[in-house]
């Protein structure tokens, strides 16, 4: 983005970079394709499923902090890949540190939608 860029300008360009980088996750993770459809699956069953417009929020907002917890993962690997590909214990460190706040997003769903399932059908 040209340094100065306001308004709509700077939107249109945000707007690009962020569907480059939503391009640039689907080719190149795995990971983020399971869990993009997942969420693409479950949405409309959160929206039957919840009682209301905060459950609703809540199953379908958790399905969406992983997809955006799994972006932040993916472009933290591709910095360290990008440094070198030499085993380096802060490079393992910033690596498991990101898979590890994947796996409490995926938590998080799991509690939230166990909690609404098990109160809706208890």
Do not use: C
Request: a neutral charge.
């Amino acid at each position: 983005m040209k340094p100065g860029a306001t308004g709509l300008t700077r939107l249109i360009h945000a707007t690009a970079y962020s569907m480059a980088g939503l391009r640039a996750a689907w080719i190149n993770e795995a990971a983020f394709r399971q869990e993009l459809m997942l969420t693409v699956l479950l949405s409309p069953v959160g929206l039957w499923l919840g009682n209301g417009a905060v459950e609703r929020a809540l199953l379908i907002g958790s399905l969406l902090l992983v997809v955006a917890v799994e972006l932040m993962n993916s472009a933290v690997e591709a910095v360290v890949d990008r440094i070198g590909p030499e085993h380096h214990p802060l490079a393992g460190r910033a690596k498991d540190m990101g898979s590890a706040a994947v796996l409490f997003s995926l938590l998080n769903v799991a509690l939230v939608w166990g909690l609404i399932l098990w109160d809706r059908f208890t």
